[in-house]
């Protein structure tokens, strides 16, 4: 049974490259969630989908982010240009509606190094 | 203005003995309260939930304790492993209505638990 599968796990760009993270949700939920790990911040919702649409975007920090969710099964967050302060571990989540709570499946992280 | 936290960014304790981290949460609406694990270079994983409709809730050596009027959840582990050292995330949401979007968690920035032998 598969979990929330992320790429790349590592990437090291210069400052002014444009960075793809990829995710695929686990299969049969509709909802997928982008977060965003430093040691400042904690984690910090960045932006989340539900099926496909995306519903709250107020967490992504500037115009150079940008998240898109072309099918159920894919997801990308976009950084262009890159900046050193992007620097962090970008988690993609996803969970299924259910009736009571809200449980999210996270993948293993992109940790992204911006010099 | 954080909506969950947790105030310990670490905690150090012994092998066998109790570790008890605590969270406190300032929105009222906030209805369901989950505790979430992490290892470094792994994604948080799903340790274990409460909701409001109860104060107490137990699995195996971890118990979550919620006290609504206080806005405060604590998570206490007995006996405490050497295997449980990871940083603990607090995290909460609204309960989702008929209708309603079933929104997001919000998180609190961590707890890093050393366990020593």
């Known amino acids: 049974d598969a979990g929330v599968i992320q790429s790349p796990r590592h990437e090291v760009t210069e400052m002014g490259q444009e960075v793809t993270l990829r995710c695929k949700p686990i299969?049969?939920?509709?909802?997928l969630f982008w977060y965003r790990q430093t040691m400042m911040r904690g984690l910090e919702l960045l932006i989340y989908f539900n099926n496909n649409v995306p519903i709250d975007d107020s967490g992504m920090p500037e115009d150079r982010f940008s998240a898109k969710m072309p099918n159920a099964s894919f997801s990308t967050l976009k950084i262009q240009p890159s900046e050193p302060r992007d620097s962090a571990v970008y988690f993609c989540?996803?969970?299924?509606?259910?009736?009571?709570?809200?449980?999210?499946?996270f993948g293993e992280g992109s940790w992204l190094t911006v010099v | 203005d954080q909506q969950v936290k947790q105030n310990s960014p670490s905690l150090s304790v012994q092998e066998g003995r109790i570790s008890i981290l605590n969270c406190d949460y300032t929105?009222?609406?906030?209805?369901?309260f989950l505790w979430y694990k992490k290892y470094p270079a792994e994604g948080p994983t799903f340790l274990i939930s409460?909701?409001?409709?109860?104060d107490k809730n137990e699995d195996g050596r971890f118990t979550v304790f919620l006290n609504k009027s206080a806005k405060h959840l604590s998570l206490h582990i007995v006996p405490s492993q050497p295997g449980d050292s990871a940083v603990y995330f607090c995290a909460a949401s609204e309960i989702p209505y008929y209708g309603g979007s079933q929104g997001n968690l919000i998180f609190g920035k961590g707890t890093k638990l050393s366990v020593k032998p």
């Open positions: 409460i909701s409001s409709i109860k």
């Open positions: 299969s049969g939920h509709d909802y």
């Open positions: 989540a996803s969970s299924a509606r259910t009736g009571f709570g809200n449980t999210i499946y």
């Open positions: 929105n009222s609406m906030f209805d369901y």
